[in-house]
């Protein structure tokens, strides 16, 4: 086997040099590398996948007013997102990495604390958060509203004390799960018979499984950061799945009560509406997520972008509004700073990247963005992202909803 996997290795055109020039690149590689069923948990996107495509579309509609002359000949992109610096306006989103690459969420946070940004871990990722925080200090660790209000306290407190130094509170989910094209089936565990279930795709992707075979373990799909103590045995996906799913929905009193038991910045991910925006700055908010849970959730649900603006004019003057959904260029990071962002948290960009070639890919691809919003901003005549606005834009009419 091992033979197999070098020659496929050496006739693979991309083993000598796996650098890619674009996310889109990134995208291919993700898919030639990895078992289907793991690349279709990636791509996701509810039902027909409206919300997913439209996602990336609505930012293709928004024009850049570009400039020929008199450009600046240095561009500031840094800028402070939840009280930590990050050097451009991009945040990592939390999204469950499990088996997508054997050093997960620790190559994801590597990456981002070379490349100077931010990073939230899900409770559904699949390494332990200490080793996550130790690897980026500036993480932020993302809770559901999931469990009893003493179990949510008390992982806020575990998180706390393994060095979040923020919280991001996800709200969005509605437990929509049918997709039009399948969803991928998610195992239990990786037991003897998932493996040889699983074997006849898995053996067309050879990197993947020496990847894997590489650090000596198989994916085990356990969520250790859903318990409150560390030393608890780690429950499975689908064990802490279902006591959120058996939760009963937060009132915005719930949020504010949780809120005031965090001390620092906390953010409600996955406002649609300049209404709710404003509940959740009334709840005590420091920063909010214009998302729609990257169209794997409602499907039908606005893109961000098209709502951005809104919301940002109603609370960007209080909090840090962040948006996410459909990131996939600098040009696309420009768009929405000059809609009324502070940030962007970006998701299947970096798994791509982390699928196509670890901690180096999703540095490969944090580097395609900064190049992107470099050269958006130099073609615009912008010295800083600061002074990006509506006005830099061409919005179409009916851009976003009346
Ligand atoms: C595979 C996958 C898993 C995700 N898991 C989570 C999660 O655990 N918590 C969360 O708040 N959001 C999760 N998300 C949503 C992302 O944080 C983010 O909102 C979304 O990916 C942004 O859209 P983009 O992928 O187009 O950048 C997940 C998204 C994907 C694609």
Sequence with gaps: MNSLVQKAQELNPWAQNPWFETVAIAQQRA?????????GALIAGAEAGVSRDDNTAAFNELGLRTVTAGQSAKREMATTVMDQPASMPIVISPTGVQAVHPDGEVAVARAAAARGIPMGLSSFSSKPMDQVFEANPQSFFQIYWAGDKDSMVARMERAKAAGAVGMILTLDWSFSHGRDWGSPAIPQSIDLKTALAHAPEVALRPKWLAD????????DLGVPNFVTDPSSP???FFEAYGTWMGTPPPTWDDVAWLR????????????????????AVDAGATAISVSNHGGNNVDGAVA?????GEIAAEVGA???????????RGSDVVKAVALGAKAVLIGRAY??????????????????L?????????????????????????????????
């Design 234 to 236: 780690v429950p499975g």
């Design 212 to 219: 894997w075979v590489r650090s000596g373990a198989l994916p």
């Design 351 to 368: 798994l791509w990247g982390l699928a196509a070639n670890g901690q180096a890919g999703v540095e490969n691809v944090l580097d395609i």
């Design 260 to 279: 005031n038991r965090w001390d620092g910045a906390f953010m409600v991910k996955g406002i649609h509406r300049a209404d709710e925006a404003r509940r």
């Design 304 to 308: 961000p972008i098209r709502v951005l």
């Design 370 to 402: 900064r190049g992107g919003i470099d050269a958006t901003l130099m073609g615009m005549g912008k010295a800083s992202i600061d002074e990006l606005s509506p006005d830099d834009l061409v919005i179409p009419q009916g851009f976003s909803p009346t």
């Design 31 to 39: 898919k030639r590398r990895l078992p289907a069923s793991v690349y």
């Design 318 to 328: 209080e909090i840090d509004v962040l948006m996410d959904g459909g990131i996939r």
